[in-house]
């Protein structure tokens, strides 16, 4: 390797300490995808998310002790060969002496102990997501007890102050109770108890909006890192044509309207194309272009003979220009 780039990677990836971090933020970042997926979810509202921290926190102490099963950690261990310092018949290095003056200044210098820098990845993973991720325990304690039919008054009255004092609290209790009998021993989501709540609009019309306010209520972490995910997708080469303006109304028929995502415009164009007469123009020059023979199957021979013809006499024309500069130059 003589280029100098490829030099610094190649001593760069063949350091043992440095390979086995690699890996293990391979496997880190697979598994948390994961996980952030589901808090994206449509599905997911603020009463699943103390379940869902808790799960995160869970797996994380787990790939504190022990590497993700078939991932790139377990691939390295179990390929390695400490005895002859091989790993897929390539050599790795072994770093024993510092590079700078200051030891432990950052998370990439090459004498750190692996799995002193794991532990410190996973524990600022894990505070990052209790500062990001907090909640009020009793709220969430109320909720999950409410949207699962095993509320008493106290919590009734609880839910009334906090997300529908608009409403009369009356309403609510006796639609309650009444819910309790019909939804009570079913199982069903959440999404699922709003939908047959609102069919039955004239019997549990306070009881549907309450039920309704909680399923919308995400964190708001999880609608910020929605909004993320959803401009990432706009990030193409075609972007810079939109306008503020679109881009603002993509957002929020992607994030408020997401049935009209199985809308089929057809019959509508369909519709509007009939209203009156319309004069199909064909683009004839268009046609005439190279592309067009070489990508459209349509293309007639009497259209490809023409571009021969085309293309003949743009050779005969420049054979005629590059003798006349040759006698110019003479």
Not at 31 to 53: A, C, G, M
Not at 196 to 203: H, P, T, V, W
């Amino acid at each position: 390797m003589h280029d100098a780039a490829s030099q610094g990677y190649h001593a760069f990836l063949t350091k043992l300490e440095n390979l086995k971090l690699l890996v293990f933020v391979a496997d880190l970042l697979f598994v948390f995808s994961r996980y952030h997926k589901k808090i994206q979810s449509e599905y997911f509202n603020i009463t699943d998310l103390p379940d869902w921290k808790s799960d995160v926190m869970r797996r994380l102490d787990d790939l504190q002790h022990s590497p993700v099963l078939g991932g790139w950690e377990s691939e390295l261990q179990q390929q390695y060969q400490p005895e002859d310092n091989l790993f897929m018949d390539i050599e790795l290095k072994r770093v024993t002496e510092s590079q700078r003056k200051e030891h432990h200044l950052y998370v990439s210098e090459t004498t750190r102990n692996f799995v002193t820098v794991r532990s410190e990845v996973l524990e600022s993973l894990k505070a990052f997501l209790t500062q990001r991720l907090s909640f009020d325990e009793d709220i969430q304690k109320l909720l999950k007890c409410f949207i699962s039919f095993q509320a008493k008054d106290d919590d009734l009255v609880m839910v009334h102050q906090k997300i529908a004092c608009d409403l009369q609290l009356s309403n609510i209790s006796e639609e309650y109770r009444d819910a309790v009998r019909l939804l009570g021993s079913k199982s069903l989501s959440l999404l699922e108890k709003v939908e047959m709540l609102a069919q039955a609009q004239s019997d549990y019309g306070s009881l549907a909006v309450v039920f309704a306010r909680i399923a919308a209520c995400m964190p708001h972490s999880a609608d910020v890192e929605r909004l993320i995910s959803l401009y990432n997708q706009l990030k193409t080469s075609d972007r810079s044509c939109l306008t503020n303006e679109t881009v603002s109304h993509y957002l929020y028929v992607d994030l408020n309207m997401s049935v009209l995502a199985e809308f089929n415009p057809s019959p509508a164009v369909e519709y509007w194309w009939k209203q009156r007469s319309r004069r199909s123009v064909e683009p004839t020059k268009a046609k005439e272009q190279e592309w067009f023979l070489k990508t459209f199957s349509e293309a007639s021979e009497k259209m490809k003979e023409r571009m021969s013809k085309h293309k003949d006499r743009y050779n005969d024309n420049f054979k005629q220009l590059s003798s006349n500069k040759y006698l110019l130059c003479y």
